[in-house]
C-alpha cells in the first residue's frame, strides 16, 4: 500500500481560492488521498446542478432500470440475462473522483466477485417482490455485510462519470485550469496531475449536494434514524431481536433485510423512508471534521511547528518519540484550547472519524517536517489500523485511536497487539477520546499494560485525551 505524505488540496495546486469552489457547489478535493465522504444516489434527484438532477439521474435510471429488467427476466442464478446483469454491476473504485477514506493514494481497487454477487441476488429478492424503483439499489448497504456507502458510490460514479466529466470541465475553464484528453474517457477532457512515476492521472470533481458522510451502513444509529421514519418498520425489526440480549450491526441487518423484504408495501415504505431521511453532508455542522481538516492542510494550525528536534536515524524509538509529540500537540489544544468544539456535534460526542481526520491534518504536518509516511487505515491484515507511521522497513509505529463509549478493552487487548503482530512492530500507541463515560475501562486497560510489562511482555503505550465539553480558552484565563 502505498503511502500518503503531504496531501494536497486541488485548490492549492492549480492555485485557486477554494471560494471559487463554495460558489459552483463542489468539493474541493485532496490530488493525493481519499476524501471521506461518498455519492449517494438518492441526492441526485436533489442536486442544485442541473447537469446531475438532469441528465445524470436521468443516466442513473436508465442504467439501473436495464438492471432490474434484465433480474426480472432472469430464471435462475446464472443464465445470460443474470451474467448481463452482473456486468451492468461494476464495483471498481473510480480513482479519479478520490472519495472515500484510505491511505492508498487514489489508486482505486476492485471488491471481490462475492460482494457484487450478494447485491444481485437480494435485488433480484427486491424485483420479485415487484418494485422496480432503479434508486432501491442505493439501499444494499442496509441489508448486506460488506456492502457500504463507499461500494455504492463506486458504482454510482461509474454510471454517471460523463456527466461529472461536463460539470469538472465546465468549472475548470471558468477557472483557466488546463485539460486534456484521457483514455479513460475519450471525448471528455478533464484536469490532470503527474503521479510520482511522471504519469498523468486523471481527476473528477463532484458537487457537494450530492454526497454523504462515510459510512452509513456499518453504524446502527445511522441505520436506525433511516427506521424510525417508518414506526411500523421500526417495531417489526425491534419484535425481531428481542430474544437477543445483545445484537449486532450484523443481526440488525438481517432482521431489516428480513422485514423490508417480506412485502411490497414494506419494501416500498422503507425505501421512501430512506429518501425522506437522507441529507447531504452539511459543511456547518461538519459531523466527521472533513473542513476542519482541510482548514488545517490549507492554511496550519495555530503553534503547529514543533520546538523539537528529532534525529529519525536513530530507529523506531525516535520515530515513537515523533509520534507522541503529535498525540501530545493535539491532546494539548483538545484539552486547553478550543478543538473540543470540532469533536462534539450539539450534545453528542461527532464520531471516531472526526477525531482521526483532525488529527491527522495534525500529524502529516509533523511527518512532512521529518520525512515520515504516515497511512491512515492501513490495512494490517486483520482490517485497517487508524494510522501507521513509518521510515524504512524496521520503523512501525501503529496508533489506534478509541472513543470512550467504545471498546475500550478489546481494542487495546486485542486489536491493537493483532496488528502489531501482523505489522512486525513492537511500537503501539492507543489512544482513548475520553467524552465523560470512560468509567473503569482506564483502569482495566492500565491493569492490562502493568501486568503485561512486568511479564517481560510488550504492551503499547495509552495516551487519554479528554475531550469533555469545556468553557471557551477566553473564559478559562
Partial sequence: ????????????????????????????????????????????????????????????????????????????????????????????????????????????????????????????????????????????????????????????????????????AKFCEANGVALSESEMLPGYPLPSVKDNAGRARYLILVPKDIVRDLPIANDWSDIEAAINQSARIRDAVNVMLAGIARPTTTDRKDALKSIALQSPQNFQEFLAAVKEHVRTYDPNVDALGYYKMKSIFASGFEGLKSEFSYDVKKGPEEIKRIVIDTINFFKHHVENGNLWEELWLNEKPKKERAAQLIYFAIADAYCHANDID???????????????????????????????????????????????????????????????????????????????RAAGQRASEIIVIDATKKLSASKRS
Fill in 1 to 168: 500500500m502505498a503511502q500518503v505524505q503531504n496531501p494536497t488540496l486541488f485548490s492549492v495546486h492549480f492555485g485557486l481560492s477554494p471560494d471559487v469552489f463554495a460558489l459552483a457547489g463542489l468539493i474541493d478535493p485532496f490530488i493525493d488521498v481519499d476524501t471521506p465522504l461518498f455519492i449517494d444516489p438518492v441526492l441526485l434527484e436533489k442536486s442544485s446542478n442541473a447537469t446531475i438532477s438532469g441528465p445524470a439521474l436521468a443516466e442513473f435510471r436508465k442504467h439501473f432500470s436495464n438492471f432490474i429488467r434484465l433480474l426480472t427476466i432472469s430464471v435462475r442464478e446464472g443464465d445470460a440475462p443474470w451474467r448481463a446483469a452482473q456486468r451492468l454491476l461494476d464495483l471498481s473504485e473510480p480513482a479519479e473522483n478520490g472519495l472515500g477514506f484510505g491511505g492508498s493514494g487514489r489508486s482505486g481497487s476492485s471488491r471481490p466477485d462475492e460482494v457484487r454477487d450478494a447485491i444481485v441476488r437480494t435485488a433480484k429478492e427486491v424485483v420479485t417482490l415487484g418494485s422496480n424503483d432503479p434508486e432501491m439499489i442505493s439501499l444494499m448497504g442496509f441489508f448486506e455485510e460488506g456492502v457500504g456507502p463507499d461500494t455504492i458510490s463506486d458504482f454510482t460514479t461509474r454510471v454517471i462519470i460523463k456527466q461529472l466529466a461536463e460539470v469538472t
Fill in 374 to 452: 504516515i497511512s491512515p487505515e492501513a490495512n494490517m491484515g486483520g482490517g485497517p489500523i487508524d494510522f501507521k507511521f513509518s521510515q524504512g522497513y524496521q520503523s512501525r509505529i501503529l496508533v489506534e485511536m478509541k472513543r470512550s463509549s467504545g471498546t475500550v478493552r478489546h481494542g487495546y487487548e486485542r486489536q491493537l497487539d493483532f496488528y502489531l503482530n501482523a505489522s512486525k512492530s513492537d511500537f503501539g500507541i492507543y489512544v482513548v477520546i475520553d467524552f465523560g463515560d470512560l468509567n473503569d475501562k482506564l483502569d482495566q486497560i492500565t491493569q492490562i499494560q502493568t501486568e503485561r
